[in-house]
């Protein structure tokens, strides 16, 4: 397939993309006006869908705050802060006459340590709210804190919430389906991360290991669960509970925005750059903002050089479902969160018409990162967590990203600009590996650059 590509026009992207090179591709097939409804695999979504996980968070706060002493302070809300990173700015590349960079600090989120709290607590949520209702634990406008309740646990303990993961997102299910009584399991890729495996065992989860890759571990899981009717699976590559789980950030991200003062509009562009793995998080953040924010939010994606299975996505046919090893590629990357050899397909026929664009980093860039948002900013972030960094200077400082802002007219208007970095995990990490990534990130070569 490689052999063949579908968008020749594009060479010098398939020519990186193969080569492991960073590249930006732009989305040709982005259109400025969001449809009401939005087609994902076989169903539809809108405005509702984002609407009701927010709605479903609000219902569950205070029983999450009665469940999570993290939780107690902000009332039940899983939120994490937006700041602004002027020094990581001017560490980058980027200058005051090209924009601000601002950072929405999902590597503090609680609970789950990672972007992961939204998605993955959402599911377990929304599973726990169709078994309670069923049973006539709650009803509709009546308090979920019924669900701490000895009689609730029982039932909710017959049934196992089981996934698939390269580590966070099994750290988010696992944690967040045992506090509420359910049984959990997490089947974990190879290149999960061993203190991840420990956190989810001390905290009474059923660790499976798998030798394979993220997918094979996902399949693995889902093969298994099919044949428990107690059993429910998160499925990361086909779920539409968590792509709703992440949409729930937009709404709170355009609060945060505004009391910041910060404007979104035709001469206030706002620039997202979110880091991709299987592409739930990302897209379901993507189909958040535009809906929210409208035509002056643009969104990119960010993968490793090794693991870019949404650009490879981007680039096939409607019926094509490659992996990165179709492409050359390894998969093999420092930032095991991304670690994904093929895309989600509910995530890129979601993201089709609302996708500015993607870009990949390489691992050593990820460090470099990771150590000056540490040095410059105070921030503690893991691998996967620095790849939105590299876009300022893939829109600003490459001729791919100079012509992608003129085309859009946006060149003009780059001073006004924020650029967002979405840093998406980091605040479990030892301190022992945590030393480890900054040592690495430090020996980087100052010139180093995306
Ligand atoms: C999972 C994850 C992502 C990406 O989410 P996907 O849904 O896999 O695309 C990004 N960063 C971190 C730290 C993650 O754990």
New binding site residues.
Partial sequence: MPDTPATAALPSVQDRLRAAQPCLWTNAGRVPQVPPQLSVGTALVGMDDMQAAVARFGRFAGLLAELFPELQASGGVIESPLVPAPTLARALGLGAEEGALWVKCDHLLPVAG???AR?GIHEVLEFAETLALEHGLVSPGSDYRALAQPAARALLGRYQVAVGS????GLSIGVAASRLGFRAAVHMSADAKEWKKERLRRRGVEVVEHAGDYEQAVAAGRTQAASDPFCHFVD?ERSLS?LQGYSAAAPALQRQLAAAGITVDATHPLFVYL?????????GITFGLRQVLGPHVHCFFAEPVQSPCFLAQMLAGPHDHPSVYDWGLTNQTEAD??A?PRA?LL?ASLMHPLLSGIFTVQDATLFQHLAWAHDTEGLRI?P??AAGFSGPAMLTGTLAGRAWLRAQGLEAHLPRATHLAWT??GLFVPEAEYDLFLQRGRAQPQAASA
């Avoid at 880091?275 to 897209?283: E, K, N, R, S, T």
């Fill in positions: 990672s972007i992961k998605g390269t580590g966070n997102l990361d968590l880091p991709c793995g299987v592409g739930g998080a990302p897209a969160g991304l994904v989600s995530a893991e996967s967590a998406t995990g």
